[in-house]
């Protein structure tokens, strides 16, 4: 796992989950089976993942530790990560998890790749710090990158784009599309309004979320965390998004 790739600020106002709470939408018009991302604080707990009896990796049983910075990850749904996902999102050393953990949320609804940097920088230019630039190494907040999706669409990767590419000047030339990003955004405050989301047995039988790594190989390909965790992370000011796509 490459230590401190993380990147999730925690936006100054939480007006985005006050005014579109999931809540405020009837049960019949909320989505379901769908992928969600998370933008929370990670602990170092979280750094070391355990394998059980049963061949699942946990994190954030026991002590949590310390925090070590915001991370955004992006929860498994019923639909299929593509291996080659597993290598092709891996944010490496970079603060951008924001733009990794939202585009990969995307293939998984589009079955399509995204450019990740290309949407952390976007979210970088329209977030709430002064000190976060397009082509820096800085972190954003989760509502941002929504934002990029729901303004201005995304950029599908092509072969002919490094999936590690680290020149801002090439990517800010891409040109998104309105198609390949979302209608709408909702906010969950709850684990419950989480796992209905997911709709999937096995996790709501276990009282617990998989999470997809952002580190390729060195971490493994999903993690289960207990409800009650991830319900402490919301409590901290975590977002948890779930969109509607287009």
Known sequence: MAEGALGRRQPPDFEHVEKYPLSALPLRQQPSQVPVVIGVNWYSNFDSPVKESYGRYWIGRGDLGSVRGGHCVCLKSKARDAPTWWDFYDQGYEGACVGFGCSRMMSLLNRKRYEARWLWDMAKSRDDWDDTNPGDDNGTSVRAALEVLL???????????????????ARDQRVPAESEGISAFRWATTVDEVLDVL????????????????????????????????????????????????
Request: net charge negative; no cysteine; hydrophobic share 35%.
């Open 151 to 169: 303004h201005n669409g995304h950029v599908r990767w092509k072969p002919s784009y490094a999936p590690t590419d680290s020149d801002y000047q």
């Open 199 to 246: 709709n999937i047995p096995l996790a709501r039988e276990l009282g617990a979320v998989p999470i997809y790594n952002s580190w390729g190989r060195s971490f493994p390909h999903v993690v289960w965390m207990p409800g009650e965790v991830l319900q402490r992370l919301i409590d901290e000011n975590g977002e948890v998004g779930l969109v509607t796509d287009k």
